[in-house]
């Protein structure tokens, strides 16, 4: 038998002298392109050319309350650059691809110790949250990663202050290197906040970031994003939102005869197609 290989599909012919032989096997749902904005019906149409990865990070579509510490310690002002003003651009963006009809959004700063700047129940509007942010003071202090994990377990995340308990809780610490403040306490603060049903995700800012102990203060230590500078976090935004927001990308379908894979994942070009395989 011989084969041959075509764009969507292939087709096959016996050689001379031999017929196929019908084996009552088939797999008639496979070996198919099947669009995926037919099985996401509800996609917009500005996303149909995204990439996967963008298209999962493009709106989050999953309920969450969202606690983010940002880091106000005196290491954000060096070599006469101060790089507060860049963090909290880097928060306002990552607020803007969410929405607040689903996540709420607490923010709390550390430096010496930490303060809660607004709770999960004190906006219900992004641009509320991003002129909010705009009006966070720096604090040119010492860093106190502990203090910051404490509060958001003990107060933040707590029904007085908005939280609710139907909808996952999810930690973003941004940082840019170890604390110097209650240091042996930072890992088990992380551990009592993950225990306490919270996933925490490190964002880890310039090469004086411990990566292996943002590692293990992560939920998931695949989901750790390090960037070398400060000029570098706002493109790493969407890796922010994609770990933050479980993928909404459907579950493709599948047989005892046939697998599917999204056709972007196996070097084609068209990111809302899926392409399925018969098994044998």
Same mark, same amino acid.
């Given at each position: 038998?011989?084969?041959? @290989?075509?764009? $969507?599909?292939?087709? &096959?012919? *016996?050689?001379?002298?031999?017929?196929?032989? !019908?084996?009552?096997?088939?797999? /008639?749902?496979? #070996?198919?392109?099947?669009?995926? %904005?037919?099985?996401?019906?509800?996609?917009?149409?500005?996303?149909?050319?995204? %990439?996967? %990865?963008?298209?999962?990070?493009?709106?989050?579509?999953?309920? =969450?309350?969202?606690?983010?510490?940002?880091?106000?310690?005196?290491?954000?002002?060096?070599?006469?650059?101060? +790089?507060?003003?860049?963090?909290? @651009?880097?928060?306002?963006?990552?607020?803007?691809?969410?929405?607040?009809?689903?996540?709420?959004?607490?923010?709390?700063?550390?430096?010496?110790?930490? !303060?809660?700047?607004?709770?999960?129940?004190?906006?219900?509007?992004? $641009?509320?949250?991003?002129?909010?942010?705009? !009006?966070?003071?720096?604090?040119?202090?010492?860093? #106190?990663?502990?203090?910051?994990?404490?509060?958001?377990?003990?107060?933040?995340?707590?029904?007085?202050?908005?939280?609710?308990?139907?909808?996952?809780?999810?930690?973003?610490?941004?940082?840019?290197? /170890?604390? $110097?403040?209650?240091? =042996?306490?930072?890992?088990?603060?992380?551990?009592?906040?993950?225990? =306490?049903?919270?996933?925490?995700?490190?964002?880890?800012?310039? #090469?004086?970031? @411990?990566?292996?102990?943002?590692?293990?203060?992560?939920?998931?230590? +695949?989901?750790?994003?390090?960037?070398?500078?400060?000029?570098?976090? +706002?493109?790493?935004? %969407?890796?922010?939102?994609? #770990?933050? *927001? /479980?993928?909404?990308?459907?579950?493709?379908?599948?047989?005892?005869?046939?697998? &599917?894979?999204?056709?972007?994942?196996?070097?084609?070009?068209?990111?809302?197609?899926?392409?399925?395989? *018969?098994?044998?």
């Amino acid at each position: 038998q011989t084969c041959v @290989d075509t764009f $969507d599909s292939y087709f &096959c012919h *016996c050689q001379q002298g031999y017929q196929i032989v !019908n084996t009552g096997i088939d797999c /008639p749902s496979a #070996n198919i392109r099947t669009k995926r %904005s037919a099985m996401m019906s509800a996609m917009d149409e500005r996303s149909k050319h995204m %990439s996967r %990865s963008k298209r999962q990070s493009a709106g989050c579509q999953s309920e =969450a309350d969202v606690v983010i510490l940002i880091d106000a310690s005196n290491t954000l002002i060096s070599n006469f650059q101060n +790089n507060w003003p860049v963090q909290l @651009d880097f928060v306002k963006n990552l607020v803007g691809q969410l929405d607040l009809s689903r996540q709420r959004v607490a923010v709390i700063r550390y430096g010496n110790s930490a !303060n809660i700047e607004f709770t999960l129940d004190s906006y219900s509007r992004v $641009d509320d949250v991003q002129r909010a942010i705009d !009006n966070i003071i720096f604090l040119n202090q010492a860093s #106190n990663t502990a203090a910051a994990f404490r509060l958001a377990r003990t107060v933040v995340l707590s029904q007085q202050f908005g939280d609710r308990a139907s909808v996952d809780n999810v930690v973003v610490l941004l940082t840019d290197g /170890p604390a $110097d403040v209650e240091v =042996a306490n930072t890992e088990p603060e992380a551990q009592l906040l993950k225990n =306490a049903g919270a996933t925490i995700i490190p964002v880890g800012i310039t #090469n004086r970031v @411990d990566l292996g102990q943002l590692q293990r203060i992560a939920s998931n230590p +695949n989901d750790v994003v390090t960037v070398p500078d400060f000029q570098s976090l +706002n493109g790493r935004t %969407s890796d922010v939102v994609s #770990n933050l *927001c /479980p993928s909404t990308s459907p579950t493709l379908p599948q047989s005892e005869n046939f697998y &599917c894979r999204w056709y972007a994942d196996i070097g084609g070009l068209e990111a809302d197609t899926v392409m399925c395989f *018969c098994k044998f």
